[in-house]
């Protein structure tokens, strides 16, 4: 036969049954049971209140609690998450503290717990990460030091006409300076937006794209129509690597973040697509925290650029130690009694050549360099 297990209840049972029989002293009966006398009294003293019941498992929660979250905050709490439901806890953290900045607010991780109890978490599916670049904004210490441009993916609405979305941000206070519809990646409507921009927020340092149309060409130095006047701007056009969207990593997280807010359903037309872009980026500027900000919003950290949109910027100078070159319509430059093909799209325009060494030229146009010209081999050798 197997060993008789012996419950804790059927112990404390036993224990009673002894103790009404009279024949054990509270001391034997500490010693039979192997506890404390203390324990004995307390379990005599259950039974005369309670009977049985008074024998079981007692709870051990402590019958107030201080540090329980308020029903009122956790109502707030809900209430922030309902009003936009792709908010974790950290932005609705910070969101109340704007609100209700007298109000003593759990730990986020307090909030998280309470989202996922009244079931307003979504499961994400688990996304590979890629270590962070953070080579291209080590020079991004101050608002417009950075401008980021790209097209998000383009979608079709419902009326079978395909959507292009233009962004534009500042990549240091995260703020969107644009979010425009558009038919496609063309240079005008491209050039349309950016001139409105321009003259609403300033000129940046720099503009960062990756390497489409119509930010970058084939030709000599990437250029292109658009980072052409961008140079004549004053303005760096910087190109990430091929395939190496993370170096342009803030832009793409605002890209994301667009896709889950303002693209979760598609728009009509183009007017109510944008409309929808314009309600997206008011509340992006204006109402969405940031974690990399402190947990606040761009609109407190963007500030205009006191440098102005020219209309009409002057044609590019080059100083003592320059030899000029104007740019033929064929896009070639005569150079120490040779022809070299620059492109086409500075037809025209002033080319520097500085010498660097025996035979060999940098080739700019205004500050931007292009490569280098090659007496030697005869050629350009592209940047």
């Known amino acids: 036969m197997p060993w008789k297990i012996i419950s804790a209840m059927d112990q404390k049972i036993q224990l009673i049954a002894d103790w009404q029989s009279k024949n054990l002293s509270l001391t034997d009966l500490s010693q039979k049971y192997g506890i404390s006398r203390p324990t004995v009294y307390k379990l005599i003293e259950r039974y005369e209140q309670r009977g049985i019941e008074g024998l079981k498992e007692q709870s051990r929660a402590p019958k107030t609690c201080p540090h329980k979250t308020p029903e009122k905050v956790i109502n707030l709490v809900i209430q922030e998450k309902l009003k936009n439901r792709k908010r974790g806890p950290r932005k609705i953290r910070a969101q109340l503290k704007r609100q209700y900045s007298n109000l003593e607010l759990p730990a986020v991780s307090t909030i998280a717990y309470w989202l996922k109890k009244e079931g307003l978490v979504e499961k994400r599916k688990k996304r590979l990460r890629v270590p962070p670049y953070t080579q291209p904004f080590c020079e991004c210490k101050a608002p417009n030091d950075v401008w980021s441009i790209d097209y998000k993916g383009q979608f079709y609405m419902k009326n079978g006409h395909v959507c292009y979305p233009l962004t534009i941000s500042d990549n240091l206070s995260r703020f969107l300076l644009g979010c425009k519809a ?50 004549q701007l004053g303005i760096i056009p910087e190109r990430i690597e091929k395939g190496c969207p ?6 793409e997280c605002m ?13 009509r037309n183009f007017k109510e697509q944008q409309e929808r872009f314009d309600i997206f980026r008011l509340d992006y500027n204006n109402e969405r925290p940031h974690e990399s900000l402190n947990d606040q919003t761009p609109n407190e950290f963007y500030k205009k650029s006191n440098r102005p949109y020219v209309e009409h910027p002057h044609s590019p100078e080059y100083g003592y130690e320059y030899t000029v070159r104007h740019v033929k319509h064929s896009g070639e430059i005569k150079f120490k009694g040779r022809m070299f093909y620059v492109t086409g799209l500075l037809a025209k325009q002033p080319v520097g050549l500085k010498e660097t060494a025996d035979g060999l030229w940098q080739l700019q146009y205004s500050f931007y360099v292009l490569g280098s010209v090659d007496l030697r081999k005869n050629k350009i050798i592209r940047n």
């Open 182 to 231: 558009l038919e496609g990646p063309r240079y005008a409507p491209t050039k349309e937006v950016l001139i409105e921009t321009f003259r609403k927020y300033g000129l940046p340092d720099a503009i960062r794209s990756d390497n489409g149309t119509p930010f970058v060409g084939k030709g000599v130095g990437g250029l292109s129509r658009l980072s052409i006047w961008f140079i």
């Open 246 to 251: 993370q170096e342009n990593g803030r832009h």
């Open 255 to 267: 890209h994301r973040t667009l896709k889950s807010d303002a693209l979760d359903q598609i728009a």
